[in-house]
T-cell receptor
Framework: AQKVTQAQTEISVVEKEDVTLDCVYETRDTTYYLFWYKQPPSGELVFLIRRNSFDEQNEISGRYSWNFQKSTSSFNFTITASQVVDSAVYFCALSEGGGKLIFGQGTELSVKP | NAGVTQTPKFQVLKTGQSMTLQCAQDMNHEYMSWYRQDPGMGLRLIHYSVGAGITDQGEVPNGYNVSRSTTEDFPLRLLSAAPSQTSVYFC???????????????FGPGTRLLVL
């Protein structure tokens, strides 16, 4: 069965600290897709990144970076030099296609000035 | 493009009432889906559709009906509202080109539903 686990329910950091959000997934399929979404206090869901199972390259986008490791079924998300505007709930999600996502429980990140 | 739109933004119902949550997208996406978000549980899939005339159940379908008569619209119907259906509902759509690796779900702004 598919499953996504975000073990960190809440994280609190001080501005400019680096923070890593963990995501562990379970799937039997060899082809799948992993996602990260951000949900700011305003409530909308903002797409951050998609990673395909056959592409294990890590990715960096500005202060954001993602570490995908199939060997440990993990897709972790790091924010470097965090800012107050990064405060949000972050969701990791898994898809095997067909317009269906399995979400983790979410990690609430609080960045204090 | 308006993207994915949802109406209403907020609704209060009494137990037993019925209503329809509207969802529309103008991106010509083939896939559309409904999720509900409850505290501490992330988002859970209610129903989804891979094209007009085709729908299927997700993880938590009980108490909800869907239909998809057009590519653009995917309404979610609550037949007899219950307090357990108090939640935030999100509609999403994604594109299914010849390359499935391009599939990314984009979400509407959500509908906050309170059932008394």
């Amino acid at each position: 069965a598919q499953k996504v686990t975000q073990a960190q329910t809440e994280i609190s950091v001080v501005e400019k600290e680096d923070v890593t959000l963990d995501c562990v997934y379970e799937t039997r399929d060899t082809t799948y897709y992993l996602f990260w979404y951000k949900q700011p206090p305003s409530g909308e869901l903002v797409f951050l990144i998609r990673r395909n199972s056959f592409d294990e390259q890590n990715e960096i986008s500005g202060r954001y970076s993602w570490n995908f490791q199939k060997s440990t079924s993990s897709f972790n998300f790091t924010i470097t030099a965090s800012q107050v505007v990064d405060s949000a709930v972050y969701f990791c999600a898994l898809s095997e296609g067909g317009g269906k996502l399995i979400f983790g429980q979410g990690t609430e990140l609080s960045v204090k000035p | 493009n308006a993207g994915v739109t949802q109406t209403p933004k907020f609704q209060v119902l009494k137990t037993g009432q019925s209503m329809t949550l509207q969802c529309a997208q103008d991106m010509n996406h083939e896939y559309m889906s409904w999720y509900r978000q409850d505290p501490g549980m992330g988002l859970r899939l209610i129903h989804y559709s891979v094209g007009a005339g085709i729908t299927d159940q997700g993880e938590v379908p009980n108490g909800y009906n869907v239909s998809r008569s057009t590519t653009e619209d995917f309404p979610l119907r609550l037949l007899s509202a219950a307090p357990s259906q108090t939640s935030v509902y999100f509609c999403a759509s994604s594109y299914s080109p010849a390359q499935p690796s391009q599939e990314t779900q984009y979400f509407g702004p959500g509908t906050r539903l309170l059932v008394l």
